[in-house]
C-alpha cells in the first residue's frame, strides 16, 4: 500500500541553525501539507500547497517558514533560523485531491529537538 | 479565527463500555474529519462527513456532523482494548485550512 515517508525520523539541531525536513507524498497525490504537534498537544496546521504554489498557511507558518516542492517527488520544510520552541513532531500529509473529498495520508512524521 | 473544540480531553473505560468524543466549532464548516492517533504513531484518517445531519457508520464506530455543520460525534460501541488512542476531530472551512480538536485520549481497561 502507498504511504507517505519522511526523512529524517529525528532530527537534532542547535537554536539559530537553519534545518530542511523532507517528506515524499504518495506518488498520485495533488494536495501536500505539513502539520506540527509539539509533544502530548493537538495537531496544528501549518501550510497546505498545490500546483506548486502555497494556498492555505497558519498563523504558526511565518517569515522563518518555507516549503518547496524541488522535483516531482520530494516536498520540503525548511526552517530557517530554529527557536526552542519549534521542538516538536512534524507531519508531512498529502491527499489525492481538495475541495470537500481530500482524505488526507499522514507520514511517520520527524521529530525536531532544538538545543 | 476559527476554534475546534473537543470533549472530553480524557476517558477511561472498561472494556466492553461505549465510548463518545464530541467536537464543536466555533465556525461553519466544509466538512470535518476523525483521525486515530496510537501512542508514538501518527494521524490515521477515519472519515469525513460532509453533509449537514450525515451520519457515517464504520463498524462499531458511528459518526454525526451536525445539522449547523458546526458539531460532530464520534461514538464507539462496545470498547475493545485496540480502541485505545487519541481521536482528533478537525474541521475543515470552505477556504481549505484545517483546524485540529484538542484531541479525546482514550484509555481501555481490560
Known amino acids: 500500500e502507498p504511504e507517505v515517508t519522511q526523512t529524517p525520523s529525528h532530527q537534532v539541531t542547535q537554536m539559530g541553525q537553519e534545518v530542511i525536513l523532507r517528506c515524499v507524498p504518495i506518488?498520485?497525490?495533488?494536495?501536500f501539507y505539513w502539520y506540527r504537534q509539539i509533544l502530548g498537544q493537538k495537531v496544528e496546521f501549518l501550510v497546505s500547497?498545490?500546483?506548486?504554489?502555497?494556498?492555505?498557511k497558519s498563523e504558526i507558518f511565518d517569515d522563518q517558514f518555507s516549503v518547496e516542492r524541488p522535483d516531482g517527488s520530494n516536498f520540503t520544510l525548511k526552517i530557517r533560523s530554529t527557536k526552542l520552541e519549534d521542538s516538536a513532531m512534524y507531519f508531512c500529509?498529502?491527499?489525492?485531491?481538495?475541495?470537500?473529498?481530500?482524505?488526507?495520508?499522514f507520514g511517520p512524521g520527524t521529530r525536531l529537538t532544538v538545543l | 479565527g476559527q476554534q475546534v473544540m473537543q470533549i472530553p480531553q480524557y476517558q477511561h473505560v472498561q472494556e466492553g463500555e461505549d465510548f463518545t468524543t464530541y467536537c464543536n466549532s466555533s465556525?461553519?464548516?466544509?466538512?470535518i474529519q476523525w483521525y486515530k492517533q496510537r501512542p508514538g504513531g501518527h494521524p490515521v484518517f477515519l472519515i469525513q462527513?460532509?453533509?449537514?445531519?450525515e451520519v457515517k457508520k464504520q463498524k462499531r464506530l458511528t459518526f454525526q456532523f451536525g445539522e449547523a455543520k458546526k458539531n460532530s460525534s464520534l461514538h464507539i460501541t462496545a470498547t475493545q482494548t485496540t480502541d485505545v488512542g487519541t481521536y482528533f476531530c478537525?474541521?475543515?472551512?470552505?477556504?481549505?485550512?484545517?483546524?485540529f480538536g484538542d484531541g479525546t485520549t482514550l484509555t481501555v481497561k481490560p
Open positions: 500547497f498545490y500546483n506548486n504554489e502555497i494556498s492555505e
Open positions: 506518488s498520485n497525490h495533488l494536495y
Open positions: 462527513l460532509v453533509k449537514s445531519g
Open positions: 478537525a474541521g475543515r472551512t470552505n477556504a481549505g485550512k484545517s483546524t
Open positions: 465556525t461553519t464548516l466544509s466538512n
Open positions: 500529509a498529502s491527499s489525492p485531491w481538495g475541495g470537500n473529498y481530500n482524505e488526507q495520508f
